[in-house]
């Protein structure tokens, strides 16, 4: 028997491992970017969630003062708690009105809230990223 001559052999563990690495750190960094847009858009959907409780404290504020104190000065709420970061910006503008021969007074009410605000709400050139405004509108009758 002869012997052949040994053949240089190579191998495939080498590129097979780089080109793993790869791949993994490619799905890695796109895990990483997706948990990242995630986050950021849970943030932004609290913000707004809480934007909305203060609008309604505004406007429920806003109908205390019509109703009861026959108020509509325009006011500005700020918060503590959960909503320290936000202040609502309350408006009233009263109306005459004539409702079967009666008259009555109607109070328009529109509170806006936001967690940037610049003196009031709402702000007009906002920086934050998660910036969050919120309006709700009743209106009450006297």
Do not use: D, H
Not at 38 to 64: F, K
Not at 82 to 103: D, I, K, M, P
Request: with cysteine; charged share 15%.
């Amino acid at each position: 028997m002869q012997r052949t001559p040994e053949k240089k052999e190579r191998g495939f563990a080498l590129p097979a491992a780089i080109f793993l690495l790869v791949v993994l750190g490619g799905l890695a960094g796109w895990m990483m970017r997706l948990t990242t847009a995630t986050l950021a858009q849970e943030a932004l959907g609290l913000e707004g969630a809480r934007a909305w409780q203060a609008a309604q404290a505004g406007a429920e504020a806003g109908i205390y003062a019509a109703r009861v104190n026959g108020s509509c000065a325009a006011q500005t709420l700020t918060f503590t708690g959960q909503l320290s970061r936000f202040t609502a910006s309350v408006a009233c503008t009263a109306y005459a009105a004539n409702e079967g021969g009666q008259a009555v007074t109607l109070y328009q009410i529109t509170s806006v809230a936001c967690n940037q605000p610049t003196g009031a709400c709402p702000n007009a050139a906002p920086t934050l990223p998660e910036y969050a405004e919120r309006q709700v509108s009743a209106t009450v009758e006297q």
